[in-house]
């Protein structure tokens, strides 16, 4: 888990490949009474697998891994863990763009989950509606990104900001996403407004705070600042070089100004854009 969050995803990759084997021999040999702690382990370890799938463009193997990590999840008996299976399964909406049956999907996965029953219960719940608020964005519906980033708001003053199931969620993680809403929606006044003065803490996933600059790198993008754009992708690239270097809306910001800006900046933007690498395992679910 801790190598996905920090997006260290070459060496995340070589565990996933010895450990998977061994967790299927051992879910399938398993005394009924250890049954649903390996399917929990076994949850994990797709979770593990299909960050590397998703990442590397590898759509369909993503949507498999997230069919068997939904299997697993149902079989650990944990309904919130289960829960947690539904916010990964929000990928496969994104990729194939279908984003209103995915806010549907993410909507009835957080309407099981009572609340007030613990921590890790507003966590989840949390975490299901701040992804159903990215959709919505990028659906275009700004009130039901609203209406979603509230409830994940909520959420988040049950919650101290850490990795739950995990998901990074807290407060500061609801921030960054309304960052992301921000920028989704065009709005670019409130993007700078909700970056201004504030930088995610340390104690956060590095994937997380690379997120932070990745969006607010867009957020100068769409206000024409590409010298701040530069600045908030180097800083992403800092804290996640592995996550930065193959991320999408990174790279089409950086085309894109590389072939708009001119002078060192230009020259700067191509420095750049040698380091990132575009995936070449498209799928039918790939844009």
Same mark, same amino acid.
């Given at each position: 888990?801790?190598?996905?969050?920090?997006?260290?995803?070459?060496?995340?990759?070589?565990?996933?490949?010895?450990?998977?084997?061994?967790l299927?021999?051992?879910?399938?040999?398993?005394? $009924?009474?250890?049954?649903?702690?390996?399917?929990?382990?076994?949850? =994990?370890?797709?979770?593990?697998?299909?960050?590397i799938?998703?990442?590397?463009?590898?759509?369909?193997? $993503?949507?498999?891994?997230?069919?068997? #990590?939904?299997?697993?999840?149902?079989?650990?008996?944990?309904?919130?863990l289960?829960? $947690?299976?539904?916010?990964?399964?929000?990928? !496969?909406?994104?990729?194939?763009?279908?984003?209103?049956?995915?806010?549907r999907?993410?909507?009835?996965a957080a309407?099981?989950?009572?609340?007030?029953?613990?921590?890790?219960?507003?966590?989840?719940?949390?975490?299901? /509606?701040?992804?159903?608020? !990215?959709?919505?964005?990028?659906?275009? $519906?700004?009130l039901?990104?609203?209406?979603?980033?509230?409830?994940?708001?909520?959420?988040?003053?049950?919650?101290?900001?850490?990795? /739950?199931?995990?998901?990074?969620?807290?407060?500061?993680?609801?921030?960054? /996403?309304?960052?992301a809403?921000?920028?989704?929606?065009?709005?670019v @006044?409130a993007?700078l407004?909700?970056?201004s003065?504030?930088?995610?803490?340390t104690t #956060?996933?590095?994937?997380?705070?690379?997120h932070?600059?990745?969006?607010?790198?867009?957020?100068? /993008?769409l206000?024409?600042?590409?010298?701040? !754009?530069?600045?908030?992708?180097r800083?992403?690239?800092?804290i996640?070089?592995?996550?930065?270097?193959?991320?999408?809306?990174?790279?089409?910001?950086?085309? =894109?100004?590389?072939?708009?800006?001119? @002078?060192?900046?230009r020259?700067?933007f191509?420095?750049?854009?040698?380091?990132?690498?575009?995936?070449?395992?498209?799928?039918a679910?790939?844009p």
């Amino acid at each position: 888990m801790g190598r996905r969050l920090q997006s260290d995803y070459a060496v995340l990759a070589a565990d996933v490949n010895d450990l998977l084997p061994e967790l299927h021999r051992a879910n399938l040999s398993a005394p $009924s009474r250890l049954v649903h702690q390996y399917a929990a382990l076994l949850t =994990h370890a797709y979770r593990a697998a299909d960050a590397i799938a998703d990442k590397f463009g590898y759509y369909d193997l $993503s949507a498999r891994i997230i069919d068997l #990590m939904r299997d697993t999840a149902e079989l650990s008996g944990d309904a919130l863990l289960a829960g $947690s299976a539904a916010y990964v399964r929000g990928e !496969v909406y994104f990729a194939s763009q279908d984003l209103e049956a995915g806010g549907r999907m993410l909507t009835a996965a957080a309407d099981k989950i009572r609340v007030s029953a613990s921590e890790t219960a507003a966590a989840t719940y949390g975490t299901l /509606h701040m992804r159903a608020a !990215v959709m919505a964005a990028r659906a275009g $519906s700004a009130l039901r990104a609203r209406d979603h980033i509230q409830e994940a708001q909520q959420a988040a003053q049950q919650v101290n900001e850490g990795v /739950h199931l995990g998901t990074a969620f807290g407060p500061p993680s609801v921030r960054i /996403h309304q960052l992301a809403l921000a920028v989704e929606l065009g709005d670019v @006044g409130a993007a700078l407004r909700l970056a201004s003065g504030w930088i995610p803490p340390t104690t #956060m996933p590095a994937e997380r705070r690379s997120h932070f600059y990745i969006d607010l790198g867009r957020a100068f /993008h769409l206000a024409d600042q590409p010298d701040r !754009v530069l600045r908030a992708f180097r800083e992403a690239g800092r804290i996640a070089p592995e996550h930065v270097r193959e991320h999408p809306q990174v790279i089409d910001v950086v085309d =894109h100004l590389e072939l708009t800006t001119r @002078g060192d900046l230009r020259d700067a933007f191509r420095g750049f854009a040698a380091g990132l690498v575009k995936p070449q395992g498209r799928s039918a679910f790939g844009p």
